[in-house]
């Protein structure tokens, strides 16, 4: 046990998973990197565990940039029922030389999981970030299915007190000269990504809530069909950081109408950007369509697990949504360009935030 609250696990796979690049007869390919540009790292992810208060401990996931000559074996997403390997992240190589790395905070929607949106953070790993992603339990997709979720009121009270945790940890982790990730993470570099009930988590976060320090290093904010309604007026107003706001047209879980428009109105950040993107649905921002294919290539799977896999299909896989890989392009290409921007400094990053194709992408920019 590492300090501040830090235990290295190993590996990303699972006991009991399904063989490590093992893709069965009549399965999908496991997605590749849809990013922009071309990938200047190998990926890597580990597993650890972090304490995020008293009687609270939480599986975090992280992915960094690893040796570009990286072989061995692939990672091993762990889902009940739809397991399947990495196309590109490793199962624990070493952190790549040219460190410290900025570092990104990633946190999922409701009934989710700290690896649910792998298109997102394989790719900014690729891309010379350190990226932590926690499974906020009592809030996650094997809560809804065993019945654990917490209330409404501890959802949201846990979700900043969990993301501040993960910085702390895997800052410190960066500091242990013994451990795996040292000397990994430039803390004066940090973006802060969530979606749906993340993105409030994320906000929440950027604004101090409950007088907490607003993390140092903080440079900039993403919310990807941000669930808004948590987060108040005056902590709207205190966020100044660059803020980039993603939402989708068919989004029904966190409309654009009454939770992205109140967040371009209220929020202080300079700049604010505001893309609301056509036919996306509230799960385009997840690889739920990708699970969706994989169940349908089990028939034996138990069918409850197949129903609560599938139950997400009419937010994001039916024939009125964008094309899954299609969005994620997108997607990826705002991401990373915003971050690399205004996170990493690079002003060239630039050319990636604007319209590729203006009948899809809509986008407002306040200064």
Request: proline share 7%; charged share 25%; hydrophobic share 40%.
């Amino acid at each position: 046990m590492l300090s501040a609250g830090i235990a290295v696990v190993g590996g990303g796979g699972a006991a009991g998973a399904r063989v490590v690049g093992q893709t069965l007869p009549g399965e999908p390919a496991a997605p590749g990197d849809v990013g922009p540009g071309t990938p200047k790292y190998a990926v890597g992810r580990r597993t650890i565990v972090v304490t995020t208060e008293p009687g609270r401990t939480v599986p975090v996931d992280v992915w960094y940039p690893a040796d570009p000559a990286t072989t061995g074996a692939k990672t091993v997403y762990a889902i009940p029922g739809a397991s399947y390997s990495s196309s590109v992240a490793f199962d624990a190589p070493p952190v790549a030389s040219g460190g410290p790395f900025p570092l990104v905070v990633y946190s999922h929607g409701s009934g989710g999981q700290r690896f649910i949106s792998a298109f997102i953070t394989e790719a900014l790993a690729a891309r010379g970030y350190v990226v932590v992603a926690a499974d906020h339990l009592g809030n996650t997709a094997l809560d809804d299915f065993t019945g654990t979720t917490k209330t409404r009121e501890e959802i949201v009270r846990l979700r900043p007190v969990d993301i501040r945790a993960e910085i702390a940890a895997i800052t410190a982790a960066s500091a242990d000269p013994t451990s795996p990730f040292a000397g990994a993470v430039d803390a004066d570099r940090v973006g802060l990504i969530g979606h749906s009930a993340g993105g409030a988590g994320v906000l929440m976060t950027a604004a101090g809530r409950d007088g907490a320090a607003v993390p140092e290093g903080l440079r900039a904010v993403v919310g990807l069909g941000t669930y808004v309604e948590p987060v108040t007026d005056a902590e709207l107003r205190r966020i100044e950081v660059p803020t980039l706001l993603l939402s989708g047209t068919l989004d029904d879980t966190t409309p654009i109408a009454t939770e992205t428009v109140r967040a371009w109105k209220r929020l202080g950040a300079d700049p604010l950007i505001r893309v609301d993107l056509k036919d996306v649905g509230h799960q385009s921002y997840t690889d739920v369509c990708y699970y969706s294919e994989l169940v349908d290539a089990r028939p034996d799977l138990a069918p409850a697990i197949r129903e609560a896999i599938k139950s997400r299909d009419d937010q994001a896989c039916t024939e009125r949504f964008l094309d899954a890989d299609r969005a994620h392009r997108i997607i990826d290409r705002w991401v990373i360009g915003f971050l690399d921007r205004y996170v990493k400094g690079q002003r060239n990053a630039g050319k990636l935030l604007r319209a590729e194709d203006p009948k899809i992408e809509v986008v407002k920019v306040h200064r």
